[in-house]
């Protein structure tokens, strides 16, 4: 083989080998994206079934229940429009209180209740996350043109 061939292969292994690594590295970064949904989107059926995904908005008045087990606590998430009920087993933050703002992240089921893996509250009286604050304006706004 001349000189020119065996650059020419070395450049085509090398431009192949750079590919398989993007290739691999975009499927691994997809299969960790998480996609946040409000209340409204997630009743409306625009959140993906079977798939991992943020909800957030409102913990409702009076929906915090806890069962028998001491870990199982169910409550409802609601963005002022849409209530979406949500079962989480594990252990709360402590800053996790009804009337206050949280971010979950799981799955719906089949029955439409939100079986989250991880409870996310607010650090402090003012913060809330910007998707959820603006799904809760988005939401309030809905309302107030169907009431008028």
Do not use: W
């Amino acid at each position: 083989m001349k000189r020119r061939h065996k650059r020419m292969g070395f450049i085509i292994s090398g431009l192949a080998g750079l590919a398989i690594a993007t290739g691999l590295a975009l499927n691994a970064f997809q299969d960790n994206l998480v996609f946040f949904f409000s209340p409204s989107q997630v009743a409306a059926k625009e959140a993906p079934t079977g798939r991992t995904f943020r909800i957030g908005g409102l913990v409702q008045e009076g929906t915090v229940k806890r069962d028998t087990d001491g870990l199982t606590v169910r409550f409802t998430v609601t963005d002022t429009a849409q209530g979406i009920p949500v079962i989480y087993k594990g252990i709360l933050p402590d800053l996790f209180k009804e009337g206050k703002g949280c971010v979950a992240q799981g799955k719906v089921g089949a029955n439409g209740v939100f079986y989250a893996d991880q409870v996310l509250a607010k650090h402090d009286e003012n913060y809330m996350p910007p998707e959820a604050g603006q799904a809760i304006d988005n939401a309030k706004a809905a309302k107030t043109v169907v009431d008028n």
